[in-house]
């Protein structure tokens, strides 16, 4: 067995054995109620720190080592390349493929999710108008989160002017901007 060969098993070998993991200790939860145990190290998993150049991710590592050693056991098959080159050209391939799918998939997958839980989090706070909302235009409102203050730009749900200043509530997110409603005190 080469060495390419090696790395693309275990490149499979780690996720699935996390997969088959993680059905485990699902199964095994209710066993271990009450002693701490929950398959996640204290302070969570590695994993979310990384630069566009260099992930550091367990599954993209993992990526790497599936297209590194696949690229690197199609070559050594099939061309007559020096073995230097042949690693040379596999390890490029198995980062391109890593840089592609953590830019390109996963990267977009996370700001999705973040964005989606901030503006659940957000719906319902008050808010304070940072910069006038036109009638049926948009201002900015600055909100409160558990991160500290946010700024968004908004718009009234009635289309009606807020100026600056104005106490509102978050009703709601609309592509990217938050939906606000005065507060009573005001509208009279």
């Keep these: 067995m080469s060495v390419f060969m090696i790395l693309l098993v275990i490149g499979i070998t780690i996720p699935a054995m996390s997969l088959i993991m993680s059905f485990v200790s699902e199964s095994l939860e209710g066993l271990f109620a009450g002693d701490g145990i929950d398959g996640a190290p204290e302070g ?3 994993g979310d720190a990384s630069i566009s150049f260099l992930p550091a991710s367990p599954i993209i590592w993992c990526a790497q080592l599936i297209v590194t050693g696949m690229s690197g056991e199609l070559l050594t098959r099939r061309a ?3 073995s230097a080159l042949v690693w040379a050209i596999a390890l490029a391939l198995g980062y391109v493929m890593v840089l ?5 998939i996963l990267m977009p997958l996370k700001k999705v999710r973040n964005q989606t839980s901030a503006s659940a989090e957000l719906t ?3 808010a304070v108008v940072t910069e006038a ?5 948009v201002g900015a409102v ?7 203050m946010v700024i968004y730009a908004a718009k009234s ?3 009606r002017m807020i100026p600056q200043g104005v106490t509102v509530i978050v009703t709601g997110f609309e592509s ?3 939906i606000v409603t005065e507060t009573d005190t005001r509208k009279n």
């Design 157 to 159: 749900s009635d289309s």
């Design 176 to 178: 990217g901007r938050a």
């Design 80 to 82: 007559a390349l020096p």
């Design 44 to 46: 969570g998993f590695p």
């Design 100 to 104: 592609l799918l953590y830019n390109g």
């Design 124 to 126: 319902g706070r008050p």
């Design 133 to 137: 909302i036109l009638q049926g235009g």
């Design 142 to 148: 600055r909100i409160e989160g558990r991160s500290g």
